[in-house]
């Protein structure tokens, strides 16, 4: 569940349960939607990114939803690996010449062997 | 993906002293970089946005006299934290943009940990 304050959200699953991470957007302007995952004392790592265009896309065990409409980002996760461990970023971008993005809190998911 | 390479990974320094940090891209070129801090279990926060061969974009309430940030070429840019001091102290990340026709990804490097003692 979510906490307040400067806690991370978290999602605890167990191996081989899938995940889902959920994300909401402020700027209905953004126009571009980026998954990344960190691990612990390392940068960022891309994982999977969206268009506006475009309601689900999908890659190697993940899968990101957009719902426009609520403003609201997700990603699954199929068959949740220990190695998934890590905190998940959602980031938005405007589009345009504005390269900039915007992160939003993050998720610790937490997979249990 | 596109490599992002940052350097030093870990540094400690005395207060009051100036820390460089670099940060390359190794296979592509990159127009624009970004650097970013983070602190402990919250969010990237971006600083500035870094150009080449122009003066870097601050994000409000970041001193630039402080974060000196210099884009010489395209595949290098520089962050350095001047007379850095204790409340300086966190993880310092950079970024480089691939603008493609469909996406404006952004590759990071592993990320500088600071401490000022």
Same mark, same amino acid.
């Given at each position: ?15 081989? &349960? ?30 999977? &990114?969206?268009?506006?265009?475009? &309601? ?58 | 993906?596109?490599?992002? *390479? ?7 320094? #005395? ?6 940090? +670099?940060? %390359? ?20 926060? $971006? ?7 122009? #003066? ?6 970041? +001193? #630039?006299? #402080? ?21 300086? *102290? ?7 943009? $691939?603008? $493609? ?11 500088? %940990?600071?401490?000022? $003692?």
């Amino acid at each position: 569940g979510e906490s307040v304050g400067l806690h991370l959200p978290t999602l605890s699953v167990q191996e081989g &349960d899938n995940s889902i991470i959920n994300c909401a957007y402020s700027n209905s302007a953004s126009d571009y939607f980026i998954w990344y995952k960190q691990e612990s004392g390392k940068g960022p790592q891309f994982i999977i &990114d969206i268009r506006s265009n475009m &309601d689900k896309r999908q890659g190697q065990r993940v899968t990101v939803l957009l719902n426009k409409t609520v403003k609201h980002l997700s990603l699954q996760i199929a068959a949740t690996q220990p190695g998934d461990s890590a905190v998940y970023f959602c980031a938005e971008n405007v589009g345009g010449s504005n390269y900039k993005l915007t992160f939003g809190k993050g998720t610790l998911l937490t997979v249990n062997p | 993906g596109a490599v992002v *390479s940052q350097h030093p990974s870990w540094v400690i320094c #005395k207060s009051g002293t100036s820390v460089k940090i +670099e940060c %390359r891209s190794l296979d592509f070129q990159a127009t624009t970089m970004f650097w970013y801090r983070q602190f402990p279990k919250q969010s990237l926060m $971006l600083m500035a946005t870094s150009n080449e061969g122009s #003066k870097a974009t601050y994000e409000q309430g970041v +001193e #630039k006299d #402080k974060f000196l940030i210099n884009h010489a070429s395209l595949t290098l840019s520089t962050l350095t934290v001047t007379s850095a001091h204790p409340e300086d *102290s966190s993880f310092y990340i950079c970024s480089a943009s $691939l603008p $493609l026709l469909s996406s404006n990804i952004q590759y990071f490097g592993a990320g500088t %940990r600071l401490s000022v $003692l």
